[in-house]
């Protein structure tokens, strides 16, 4: 996102305000995209927020695009970055939404409506009509005010949304018992101040309910906006880490004033304020509300650490590399926040309903209380009734459907360490029959080690030959060389450093040990192909059959004095990650088949493929070819239906075969083109979260359509009822203050989901 003080943003993002409905989503898109100069733009309901792109080296800038959106009835600023702006005043007690203005409804209306539940019980009394004029035309005109100046707003602008539905409605049932109340000063008669105030009411709770429920939507972002502390200990540029009284040696610094470069000093129980690589101290740190990864990892000196986790018991110096919008967390947090500001192209279809929504409901509204007037002959009830239509009428309940969905669905998916970057993978993800998985790296660790070392004779010590082996290896930065030292070191040995070491080119390394029983012989790492004529081939090739067969590397420790004697094979190979075969079980309860792609020889992915039990298994394949192999998948049919392919990968060479696929997963512990590629992006190398993933774009999927089911079916059949008089305008009121507040609680309740696997 670029800096909203930069006038001349090609992307940005504007807080609008005054937005109660789908109809008012529909206008100010309607207005952004009649700007010249705006290339596209997106209006959320939920977040009430638009996103604007303008095109390449528009003549407009931003205050000209908020300019033009306030003359269509709205405010506008720009957006400060991840919710950093003051609280939004309408949501305070007294505030247009604010939990005041219902309470203060509520109280003057009470007298009014309170004496309808006395006449089931024979009990009839009501307030003289002078005490409920009093009463009624506070709540109609002071706490209403809200309706009127909106619905004016809007028909200034051409259209209508539901502040003037609620404007036109509560005026028609006050304007015709102020009428009756002057013209029949000396008769009996009901007055229907009790249905306009009553209506006023339980649309400020509606909208309190409403604002409350948007927040609990959001909390997930927020929840990950608490993690940055707001200050960070900055050492001294002469302090020395590890000297002397250095812990002290340190100021407090605001985060905007901390740079790449700093040391930042972390004490335990503290936040890590920034990215960074720790180069003294070792501790525990919680990332479980960055990568969902719910056990504190254990992090070494030279370990990365990552700004807004916890720190655990041990004193930290942080080397810092990225800090505030740089930062993983900022990255985080701005992935989420894209999410659930774009719309889903179901949405569509609701911004083309609500386009007519309003306009169709004043001319039902209308023509009931006009067919009323001409059937019944009486002014009165064409007028409720035509109030109850207009009241009823519910374009929120709409608007709200599928945002509402998206940010409590992405949200809790964020908390758990799943980023849904597109929302059209909401609409795609429950119709999956196939995951596709990358094996190095996303089901194997992608890291080789050392899995076998077998002495040639039984004569030989394993341990003085791997102290050996590993010297020959120092200094090389070849995953192999790495393994090696590393099974060395957990084997508690030290490598033996060579008198003198070089490379075979195309064979391997040889040296001489300058300590232990070969001291001053040539020893050699070689490949075992490199051994055809040895003598010894055969034996070496029959003792490490088994490993060839598994996939495994093989290298040969030999005794280069004449003539070259074998000591030891050594078996290298990349181990599955821990959760691979439950990440595999997992997709197979889904009836979700899988298939491995591999460039490893076929021997090698088929035994990994059937450890696993992947239903088919592709080896040998170049880089190249995966997104053929996709393409491939999804042209085939299963019972003539075409076939939805996700694909997992974490590596450069899987950014063509992510973007081909229907859903494209991507390893946060792989590359930045594997995630940029991908619609989801998994925050932990756990293969089990891919399951996780699918579940929840279904469940949300659910969500968007259950609440568009309630909200079209609210509005089909309520307002029938209303022209023909089943709802009366209280009734209607209360039903449309809380059908909005059913649609997000519905959402909400995507805030109870959890991995399978926790």
Known sequence: ?????????????????????????????????????????????????????????????????????????????????????????????????????????????????????????????????????????????????????????????????????????TSAAYGLSVYLMMTLPDESHELYFEGSTVIICMVLLGKWLEARAKQQTSEAIRALQKLWPENAKVLNSNAVVGEGSFLEQYRELPLEQVFPGDHILVMPGERIPVDGIIVFGNSHIDESLLTGESAPLKKLQGAKVIGGSLNGEGVLVVDTKAVGVESVLSQIISLVEDAQTQKAPIQKLVDRVSAIFVPSVIGIALLTGLANWLYLDSTSIGILRAVSVLVIACPCALGLATPAAIMAGTGVAARFGILIKDPQVLELAHRLNVVAFDKTGTLTIGKPKVLAFIPFTNALNSNEMLASAAGLQMGSEHPLAKALLDAAKKAGLTPVTPSESKALPGVGIMGQPSAGPWIGQSLALQSIASLENN??????????????????????????????????????????????????????????????????????????????????????????????????????????????????????????????????????????????????????????LVADAIDISKRTWKKIQQNLFWAFAFNSIGIPLAALGYLSPMLAGSAMALSSFCVLSNALLLKRWSPSHI
């Open 1 to 169: 996102m670029s800096n909203p003080n930069e006038t001349n943003s090609a992307l940005f993002t504007l807080d609008i305000g005054g937005m109660t409905c789908a109809s008012c989503v529909a206008r100010v898109e309607k207005a952004l995209l009649r700007i010249p100069g705006v290339e596209a733009a997106s209006v959320n309901l939920a977040t009430e927020q638009a996103k604007v792109r303008l095109k390449p080296r528009s003549e407009i800038n931003i205050d000209g695009v908020i300019a033009l959106v306030e003359k269509t009835g709205y405010s506008a600023i720009v957006s400060t970055p991840h919710g950093d702006a003051k609280a939004n005043y309408s949501h305070t007690f007294w505030g247009s939404d604010g939990l005041g203005r219902v309470l203060l409804s509520f109280t003057l209306s009470a007298p009014l409506f309170l004496p309808m539940f006395l006449m089931p019980f024979g009990i009839h009394w009501a307030l003289s009509p002078k005490w409920q004029v009093i009463l009624a035309t506070p709540v109609q005109f002071i706490l209403g005010w809200r309706f009127y100046k909106a619905g004016f707003k809007s028909l200034l602008a051409g259209a209508g949304n539901m502040d003037l539905l609620v404007a036109l409605g």
């Open 535 to 688: 003598p010894h081939y055969a034996d070496i090739l029959n003792m490490a059959q088994s490993a060839l067969d598994a996939g495994q590397t093989i290298s040969v420790l030999m005794n280069q004095t004449n003539p070259p004697s074998p000591l030891a094979i050594i078996a290298f190979g990349d181990e599955l990650k821990p959760n691979a075969k439950v990440a595999i079980a997992a997709l197979h309860q889904m009836r979700i088949r899988t298939v491995m792609l591999s460039g490893d020889n076929n021997a090698a992915a088929q035994r990994v493929g059937q450890s696993l039990s992947i239903d088919k298994v592709y080896g040998q394949i170049m880089p190249s070819d995966k997104a053929d192999i996709i393409r491939q998948l999804q042209s085939s049919e299963i019972n003539h239906a075409r076939q939805y392919v996700a694909m997992v990968g974490d590596g450069v060479n899987d950014a063509p075969a992510l973007a081909s696929a229907d859903v494209g997963m991507a390893m946060s512990t792989g590359t930045d083109v594997a995630m940029q590629a991908a619609g989801i992006t998994l925050m932990r190398g756990d293969p089990s």
